[in-house]
């Protein structure tokens, strides 16, 4: 890990705004790591499309946030 490296946590990254804002910030080269509430399958699905080399990502995470847990 260099000094440079940038890691973003998007929350509600499974669907929206989150969404947009993941691929958008993975694009920019900025590692990202998603949260999401109750829809696991959107949530690979945003992790999978990270994990492609058309967008350049590294390393894809993904944390689910349901039941009112704190990260």
Do not use: P
């Amino acid at each position: 890990m260099t000094k440079d490296r940038k890691i973003a946590l998007v929350t509600g990254g499974s669907r929206g705004i989150g969404r947009n804002s993941a691929i958008s910030l993975s694009k920019k080269g900025i590692d990202v790591i998603i949260t999401y509430n109750n829809q696991k399958d959107k949530a690979d699905e945003v992790v999978a499309s990270l994990c492609t080399d058309e967008i350049g990502w590294v390393n894809g995470q993904r944390i689910e946030a349901s039941g009112g847990m704190a990260l």
